[in-house]
């Protein structure tokens, strides 16, 4: 069965430092997602690419969040300036099919990013 | 805004016992619905969805799903848990009309325990 491939599954990092959260989705899927979870808490929403442009994005997602495909196989998660309160598992998602979600998302295995 | 609510936050429950865990949201319009699963060390996997029809939906494992459309609720019920149902469990909804790029909105998740 595909998977979605996230690298590093875990990763720690300082204060200020920029990461960069790799994700290679399905080869023929056509929307692509960031979430993230915090510890105890829900999963959230981050961002949605489509068509190599963002497509929706929270009101977390701010300035210091930017995600790329930078070579039509990879999608990445950058954080620029990270801070504490980044510490999140981070989940990467693709699907294939356009407008409601029917066939369902493929989620990657996660990222845990530790902010020290 | 679109919100979804998990009543549960930790159950635990002995083999055999049955299982019926709760999921309302709040959205007026057209939504489909999904419970998800994680289980430890893994990526999030999708249990069963809702998009229309039947509103008793049958996922993987002997899971199921009731739509209750008056109630705002999509419950997960399971008649006999087993100990390998020991997961994490997330609701999620899409809202078709706010948003045409799929994404999702989790609850907090349901922690199971099951007791051998």
């Known amino acids: 069965e595909p998977e979605v491939t996230q690298t590093p599954s875990h990763q720690v990092t300082q204060m200020g430092q920029e990461v960069i959260l790799r994700c290679v989705p399905i080869?023929?899927?056509?929307?692509f997602y960031w979430y993230r979870q915090i510890l105890g808490q829900k999963v959230e929403f981050l961002v949605s690419f489509y068509n190599n442009e963002i497509s929706e994005k929270s009101e977390i997602f701010d300035d210091q969040f930017s995600v790329e495909r930078p070579d039509g196989s990879n999608f990445t998660l950058k954080i620029r300036s990270t801070k504490l309160e980044d510490s999140a598992m981070y989940f990467c998602?693709?699907?294939?099919?356009?407008?409601?979600?029917?066939?369902?998302?493929?989620f990657g295995s996660g990222t845990r990013l530790t902010v020290v | 805004a679109q919100s979804v609510s998990q009543h549960n936050h930790h159950v635990i429950l002995s083999e055999a016992a049955s299982l019926e865990l709760g999921c309302n949201y709040s959205y007026g319009g057209t939504v489909n619905l999904f419970w998800y699963v994680q289980y430890p060390g893994q990526h999030l996997q999708l249990l069963l969805k809702?998009?229309?029809?039947?509103?008793l939906v049958k996922g993987i494992k002997g899971f199921e799903a009731e739509f209750i459309k008056s109630k705002f609720s999509f419950n997960l019920r399971k008649p006999s848990v087993q100990w390998s149902d020991t997961a994490e469990y997330f609701c999620?909804?899409?809202?078709?009309?706010?948003?045409?790029?799929?994404?999702?909105?989790f609850g907090q998740g349901t922690t199971l325990q099951v007791k051998p």
């Open positions: 998602a693709s699907r294939s099919s356009r407008g409601p979600p029917i066939s369902g998302y493929t």
């Open positions: 809702y998009f229309s029809g039947d509103p």
């Open positions: 999620a909804v899409n809202a078709s009309r706010s948003s045409n790029t799929g994404k999702l909105i």
């Open positions: 080869s023929n899927h056509l929307y």
